[in-house]
């Protein structure tokens, strides 16, 4: 970003997003005013001078001494130390440099002056909140280089400013080289420190320890590619929320590098390519993310204003800016020389333009239009990611994902889910079977443990007992009780069939295994949903289903999600047919603090193993028709056959 190129960019600017401009005032000028949203605030003022050392949700304070590890997390009050954090990485900051662009009006340079050096005046180094996450300092420290850009050319911004914003880096480049989240699992956190310091070091290197800086942050992080990336391109913490964190961080970090000259390991580009074109596999047909795993909507930068579209249905009218994961896509296009990722991200993204200026918007569009001109494979369909366990079922509209990989993090389940042989449907146009998400962290350790629980997935639960057990106040570890096993994956013009088995209650006193089978009829677009527990004893069995918020009719065991004269999911029971089925209470998530009422289906199966339920999944895109049953029992014959007891 070239001030001195302002005239072109805006140029550019305006031909891409002039439909922006007024949302971005708008928001700009609410940070002026001190009006914040953040981790599901709602828009809160804060006041003529801004306490950073305040969860302005819960009212708590921390201020003036060291914070160690230890006391991050409080469980007996309702503080969530991520709100101070959140506020003081400064990701506001480009968007006031926007407003700025936009407008010319100096009442935001003002306020990025005024913000900065108010902040620096309140948080001495070491002290404090603000001090005690790298990961933070680190965030922060990119966000004010990528904030002060916009204002370089700024008159009235006086040199000391510039002086002491200088000084400042420097001290949180110190303070990072010098408190590395590393330790003998390393996560989002680790990255996070070396993206900030790799940003210090090619930003200032008139600072003394610039060269070695960079040096050493570039290694980690080429090493880091290796260690927590799978072969397949997935993200060790098994996380969706979170693999797009880390890809910005990877990715960001590594264009960096290379618009400065400075060479990236070709296999480490390569895996942060790998991790795109999982970006790209995960998509919805509506362009957003799965709910797997945690979530606290975390972002290295942001660097666009989102628009809700007028006519699109709930949730995604309020949360698609969260969910919506293919800005990465046509950054990596370009970055990557990708025709598909082109293809796949759908266009040209504000964050790609902020990134990558109006070449890359050009590069861009050469590489859309050798995506259409035949030269470029069939569209993104069902892809397999075995290393992370991670499955995707997709024709036409439809669309599933299959969660069959471990607890994450090597084991520590930092941010995994309950959700082993989970999924979430998705069909014309609408998610019907969601994940809940992850609502919230150590603000609400009951629902923290609620929305990681085996029951608020779309799993299958013995015995009422957890698949991985969780220790209620280790907030952020889950005992790995199973490794999951996948006996096949096989994708066809007939149908794509999924099957696995746990072993995750062999710890019971009866022990016995599960497996679960899901077959999508790629000719008529329904799924076949069938659930097994195998070895010894009674047991009572429960399969969790859980909808979006979006009405439930019930008859008898049946249940259709959605309105008749709109797009619906018929869940009809075939094994039992009459199974118990209770509608539970319950909350979906779309973004971190926030939760919306979405009632559960919980059947449930008592009796001798072996136990079998089995379940038609059956979308239909207008008014309701009777069921293809003589096709859908055929595909049950088939997985029995296939799958005998």
Same mark, same amino acid.
């Given at each position: ?11 550019? /600017? ?17 940070i ?42 409080v ?24 407003a700025y662009?936009l ?6 340079s ?17 002290? $404090? ?32 400013? @510039? ?9 949180? $480049? ?25 940003y &210090? ?22 090493a ?12 060790? +913490? ?12 990877? &990715?960001y ?16 580009? *390569?895996v ?9 596999? /995960?998509?919805?047909?509506?362009? %957003? ?6 979530a ?6 942001? !660097?666009?204003? @989102? ?8 949730p ?6 969260? &969910? ?6 046509s ?5 990557f ?10 266009? !040209?993204?504000?964050?790609?333009? @902020? ?12 590489l ?6 035949? %030269? ?17 079922? #997709?024709q ?7 969660d ?19 999924f ?26 609620? !929305? ?5 997935h ?6 009422g007992?957890?698949?991985? #057990? ?9 005992? +790995? ?9 096989? %994708? ?8 696995? *088995?746990?072993?995750?209650?062999r ?6 295994s599960?497996?679960r ?5 790629r ?16 047991? %009572?069995i429960r ?12 008859e ?48 449930s199966?008592?009796?001798s193993?072996?136990l ?9 895109? $207008? ?19 296939r !799958?005998p007891?």
């Amino acid at each position: 970003l070239d001030h001195r190129q302002k005239k072109v960019w805006l140029e550019e /600017y305006a031909l891409l997003f002039l439909d922006k401009k007024p949302a971005v005032v708008r928001a700009a000028d609410e940070i002026c005013s001190h009006r914040f949203n953040l981790l599901g605030s709602g828009l809160t003022d804060l006041g003529p001078v801004i306490n950073w050392h305040q969860d302005f949700k819960s009212g708590k304070v921390w201020k003036g001494k060291v914070i160690p590890p230890s006391q991050f997390i409080v469980l007996k009050d309702d503080s969530d130390i991520k709100v101070p954090w959140e506020l003081s990485r400064f990701q506001h900051l480009p968007l006031l440099g926007k407003a700025y662009w936009l407008t010319g009006d100096e009442k935001y340079s003002e306020e990025f002056v005024s913000q900065v050096s108010h902040w620096i005046a309140e948080n001495p180094v070491g002290l $404090g909140v603000n001090w005690a996450c790298t990961m933070d300092v680190a965030i922060r420290a990119a966000n004010w280089i990528a904030g002060a850009y916009f204002f370089r050319g700024a008159k009235e911004i006086p040199e000391p400013f @510039w002086l002491d914003l200088l000084k400042s880096l420097l001290l949180h $480049g110190r303070h990072i080289r010098t408190h590395p989240e590393a330790g003998a699992v390393t996560g989002n956190h680790y990255l996070s420190d070396l993206a900030g310091l790799l940003y &210090l070091g090619i930003m200032f290197p008139e600072f003394s320890e610039s060269s070695e800086w960079v040096s050493f942050a570039l290694r980690e992080m080429e090493a880091q590619a290796f260690s927590q990336i799978y072969p397949d391109g997935v993200d060790f +913490e098994a996380s969706v929320s979170y693999h797009r964190l880390v890809s910005e961080l990877f &990715l960001y970090s590594f264009v960096l590098c290379r618009e400065n000259g400075i060479p990236v390991r070709p296999d480490a580009m *390569e895996v942060v390519h790998r991790m795109l074109r999982f970006v790209a596999a /995960y998509t919805k047909p509506d362009g %957003t993310a799965p709910q797997i795993g945690d979530a606290d909507d975390g972002r290295f930068h942001l !660097f666009s204003t @989102w628009i809700p579209p007028s006519c699109a249905p709930f949730p995604m009218s309020q949360h698609g800016w969260i &969910l919506d994961h293919r800005y990465l896509l046509s950054t990596g296009a370009v970055v990557f020389d990708d025709p598909s990722l082109a293809r796949d991200s759908g266009t !040209f993204h504000e964050e790609s333009f @902020w990134i990558l200026g109006p070449s890359g918007r050009e590069r861009f569009a050469e590489l859309l239009e050798k995506s259409s001109s035949g %030269t470029v494979h069939e569209e993104t369909g069902s892809a397999s990611f075995p290393h992370s366990g991670l499955y995707v079922m #997709r024709q036409e509209s439809s669309y599933m994902i299959i969660d069959a990989g471990p607890v994450g993090m090597k084991g520590l389940g930092g941010h995994g889910h309950n959700d082993v042989f989970g999924f979430e449907l998705f069909a014309h146009g609408v998610t019907f079977l969601a994940d809940p998400g992850a609502y919230v962290y150590s603000a609400d350790p009951v629902s923290r443990n609620l !929305f990681r629980s085996t029951r608020y997935h779309n799993v299958v639960e013995v015995d009422g007992e957890e698949i991985n #057990r969780i220790e209620p106040d280790l907030l952020f570890w889950m005992r +790995e009780d199973t490794i999951p096993k996948i006996l096949v994956w096989e %994708t066809t013009t007939e149908y794509d069939l999924f099957a696995g *088995e746990h072993d995750a209650y062999r710890r019971l006193t009866s022990p016995v295994s599960c497996r679960r089978e899901i077959l999508l009829d790629r000719k008529l677009g329904f799924w076949i949903l069938r659930d097994r527990v195998l070895g010894a004893g009674r047991h %009572t069995i429960r399969s969790f289903l859980h909808p979006s918020p979006l009405k439930l009719s019930r008859e008898g065991g049946r249940v259709r999600i959605g309105d008749s004269d709109s797009p619906s999911l018929s869940i009809i029971p075939l094994e039992p047919k009459n199974p118990d089925l209770e509608i539970i209470p319950g909350f979906v998530s779309y973004s971190y603090g926030t939760r919306r009422e979405a009632p559960y289906l919980c059947y449930s199966l008592s009796g001798s193993v072996p136990l079998e339920m089995i379940f038609c999944l059956f979308p239909q895109e $207008g008014d309701p028709q009777p069921p293809l049953m003589k096709e859908i029992l055929g595909r049950v014959d088939f997985l029995r056959t296939r !799958f005998p007891h």
